[in-house]
């Protein structure tokens, strides 16, 4: 069945096929953009200071051509795509570029982008410690602070308490927003695809936080009330890994027969699912980014300095979220993605995969290189998968 | 640099001309896989550790406890022939095979430990194996790998885990006033929570005197390791970087006795100086070129190198990471975690503070300029790897700016430290035959720009 597409929708479609559309014009009418990567940098710090966050992707069906002349193939190639994009001069509607610390590869874009990305005023690098000790809480606080002196330079005013509690409620909403969005999938059928929810995410991470709530609750209301549902599949898919930024997986999944619906990864509810504590200021910041977003490029224990490990326990201290979703999205099997040469989520998938089947959730692990053409091989994988399930 | 009389035929049974200082030092490693085996087997605590920089190995060995590095015991694997099993293992255990070569053969030994042979050290196991952990020590420095694959194993041992932490920025964030201090307080209260578990885990108390007395013998074998390494600039180089790699463990990770391996050091010191003093060069032939290494060698084909050799090229210096630099002043402090915090942060940050003194972003670029001038080197040897990012990923910013600001030519070749079949040394010899070419047109560059060398 055809979805009708309403309006909502159809914006967040617009802005997800010409990103940096809205930013242009921001950028034009005299506001500085701010691009990040990863989930790291914190947008609040971007946002109280009048600054429109913008966060980079790469592109998968562009090819892959000027950054191979200063990366070798075997960095992740959604980094190798950002650097080329930029390198192309696709980014060019930035003031400024943040990065973090989210994995050691993705530590050096900063190097790169200052070597090989001209004209971008403003560059940091925020480093994220590697585990949840309560040290590193108070460091990455620290490194926090740093980010937030040297954007206040290139904004030239001073962050203040109230600007930042102001910017945390909004993107609170936002988060909360985006889960009363995913709310809407728990339905058999879902009321809408992994599809059309994606192209919202990118949506949002495209738009001033203001104008991002206000689509979100339009789409909202418009899928609340759509009677052109999608049709009912013979599976309810989780999807889970790193950066995924692309429909094509999404549709390649629902048209094998499944729908998906939910995911974990840090285009969908790694982003938003954990909203920043009061008192809204940087240790609450540092607790939310370090210890609250659930990635595996964090080293976390179920219990702080265990001298006796067990297995089981420590896979149910990392992963108890996704049992969560599993039993509240009504799932029934699992599609665990990654692109190549990541190794923090690499290393991830046989212990992931082995706590799945403890939850009697059957999964399969594609792999990608960050690429539409890449997906085509996986398809009919991924269609036996959905078969079994049946 | 010209070349002189064909080699006579004693000459030409060695190619490389080996430090006699530096085969104790390489013994020393073999000494703690059977200290580790022993102790296992009287039921005494083991560590599987990843190399940490300093900050973890002190520790451990101040408590009296017995470690092997499996990064170390990977190129054991590599070097004897035998990792092949073991990677297979690890893919049929669902780990991707695109990872770290050095985290899938370890995966693999360990799968093939406690899932096939119920906990006993697999019999095909150069120098006896690795004994079962009952610590393992991951770490935050250089890489995700090395802390990711630790996570993993707990999918075969109960073996309780830590993570050390290391501070890591590039260069400029990396000049905030005071952010030395900061970057010290969170290391050293990491140190401290680190020593505290260990009590916990082995129910006694840190020996602070021995923790002392250990980083005291670490200043002093860094002091000497780094003298033999400003000395390797001297013309020809006297020592070639085979010999580095086969000594370096006793300075990298602390293999062995420390106080025996200082003593040993001492010893290469001596012999470097001497070679120094007497114009001896570290091949057997004429040195004709002084070429670098970056980064991890292929443990598989070392003997590669003697080919290289005979052709005159000399390999005066290679892999940064394997380097400890001059060890920073810790008489500031009588705390002994913040003496090991200072000298494990010195590893990363004072490459950082000259690339910035160089106005270079990239600290990993700027450390081979510098090397690049002292060493008066002709060629850079770049050897990208299939499975290692970390080791690779900077590779091309070293080719493009050697090139663009020393006029100094990279020969770019492909590999592994642990999969053979992507080198091709047949293919490479062919293509450093013709690189000799290049590297002698930018010899007459560098000269007419007035380079110095
Ligand atoms: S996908 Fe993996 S390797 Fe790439 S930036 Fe993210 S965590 Fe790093
Ligand atoms: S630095 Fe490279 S070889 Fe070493 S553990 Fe990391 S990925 Fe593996």
Not at chain 1, 211 to 224: A, F
Not at chain 2, 419 to 432: G, S
Request: proline share 6%; aromatic share 10%; charged share 25%.
């Amino acid at each position: 069945m055809a979805i009708a597409i309403n309006k909502g929708l159809s914006l967040a479609h617009d802005i997800y096929e010409d990103r940096g559309r809205r930013v242009r014009e921001l950028r034009k009418a005299g506001r500085k953009t701010i691009g990040y990567i990863c989930l790291y940098p914190p947008v609040e710090i971007i946002t109280a200071l009048g600054m429109v966050p913008f966060r980079i992707f790469g592109n998968m069906s562009e090819p892959i051509t000027l950054a191979d002349q200063v990366s070798t193939t075997v960095v992740c190639p959604f980094l190798r795509s950002i650097i080329d994009l930029g390198m192309k001069g696709k980014f060019d509607f930035l003031d400024g570029v943040v990065g973090a610390h989210t994995c050691d590869i993705g530590a050096g874009i900063i190097i790169q982008w200052r070597d090989y990305v001209k004209d971008t005023p403003f560059t940091h690098l925020i480093d994220v410690p590697h585990t949840d000790h309560p040290p590193a809480v108070e460091y990455f606080a620290g490194q926090l602070n740093s980010f937030k002196r040297h954007l206040e330079e290139h904004a030239g005013q001073k962050l203040t308490d109230d600007k930042l509690k102001k910017a945390v409620e909004l993107h609170n909403t936002q988060r909360r927003l985006v889960r009363q969005l995913y709310d809407l999938r728990k339905p058999d059928p879902p009321l809408l695809t992994s599809a059309e929810n994606l192209e919202v995410m990118v949506a949002l991470f495209s738009l001033p936080v203001e104008e991002g709530n206000d689509l979100l609750e339009d789409v909202i209301k418009q899928v609340s009330e759509r009677s052109d549902r999608p049709g009912r599949k013979k599976a309810r898919l989780l999807v889970w890994g790193p950066v995924f930024d692309n429909t094509s997986l999404f549709k390649l999944i629902e048209s094998a027969g499944a729908s998906v619906v939910v995911d974990d990864t840090c285009v969908g509810t790694r982003a938003f699912w954990a909203d920043v504590k009061a008192p809204y200021d940087l240790q609450a910041l540092a607790q939310r980014y370090l210890v609250d977003i659930k990635c595996p490029r964090t080293y976390r224990q179920a219990e702080p300095a265990e001298t006796r490990r067990d297995y089981d326990k420590d896979l149910d201290s990392r992963f108890n979220y996704i049992r969560k979703a599993v039993v509240d999205w009504n799932v029934n099997g699992a599609v665990l993605q990654s692109v190549k040469y990541c190794d923090t989520h690499g290393y991830e998938v046989p212990n992931l995969r082995h706590y799945l089947d403890t939850l009697g959730i059957p999964s399969i692990y594609i792999e990608h290189d960050y690429s539409e053409r890449s997906l085509a091989p996986i398809k009919t994988r991924v269609e036996a998968f959905v078969e079994t399930l049946g | 640099m010209s070349e002189t009389a064909a080699p006579t035929k004693t000459e030409q049974k060695r190619a490389i001309n080996r430090l006699k200082s530096m085969y104790p030092l390489r013994n020393l490693v073999q000494q703690d896989y059977i200290d580790t085996l022993q102790a296992s087997s009287e039921g005494k605590p083991t560590v599987w550790s990843m190399l940490n920089y300093w900050e973890g190995d002190l520790p451990l060995k101040a408590m009296g406890l017995n470690i092997v590095y499996p990064e170390n015991y990977s190129t054991l694997l590599a070097s004897t022939g035998t990792a092949e099993p073991f990677l297979d293992a690890s893919d049929s255990d669902g780990f991707p095979t695109h990872m770290c070569g050095y985290g899938r053969s370890t995966i693999g030994y360990s799968y093939r430990m406690m899932k096939e042979l119920g906990g006993k050290i697999p019999p095909e196991a150069p120098v006896g194996g690795m004994a079962k952990p009952t610590l393992l020590l991951g770490s935050g420095i250089i890489c995700d790998a090395r802390f990711k694959w630790f996570q993993a194993l707990g999918r075969y041992f109960d073996a309780p885990q830590w993570c050390l932490e290391m501070p890591m920025m590039p260069t400029f964030e990396g000049s905030e006033p005071d952010l030395e201090e900061y970057q010290v307080k969170f290391l050293t209260r990491e140190v401290k929570a680190f020593i505290e578990f260990l009590e916990k885990l082995l129910q006694k108390k840190m020996d602070w005197a021995r923790l002392e007395e250990l980083i005291d013998l670490a200043v002093r074998i860094h002091e000497t390791t780094w003298q033999i390494s400003e000395l390797r600039q001297s013309v020809p180089g006297p020592m070639h970087s085979t010999d580095f790699w086969s000594s370096m463990p006793p300075s990298l990770f602390f293999a062995g006795d420390m106080k025996v391996a200082l003593k040993l050091y001492q010893d290469m010191l001596s012999e470097v100086q001497d070679r120094v003093n007497n114009k001896v060069a570290a091949i057997n032939y004429p040195e004709k070129y002084r070429i670098v290494f970056a980064e991890l060698p292929p443990w598989h084909s070392l003997k590669f190198f003697d080919s290289l050799a005979e052709k005159g090229w000399n390999f005066v210096y290679e892999s940064y990471g394997y380097h400890a630099p001059k060890p920073p002043d810790l008489n500031k402090t009588s705390d002994p975690c913040e003496k090991l915090a200072r000298l494990a942060r010195n590893f990363i940050f004072n490459i950082h503070e000259h690339a910035r003194a160089d106005n270079i972003s990239n600290p990993l670029v700027e450390q081979y300029l510098r090397i690049a001038r002292g060493f008066k080197v002709d060629g850079f040897f770049l050897h990208p790897l299939i499975s290692c990012r970390a080791a690779s990923a900077g590779l091309r910013s070293v080719q493009e700016f050697m090139l663009r600001k020393l006029d100094v030519p990279t020969l770019w070749v492909e590999g592994d430290i642990i999969d053979k079949r992507v080198f091709n040394p047949q293919e490479t010899l062919a293509r450093a035959e013709a690189f000799e070419q290049t590297m002698d047109h930018y010899r007459k560059v560098r000269q007419s720009k007035g380079l110095g060398w």
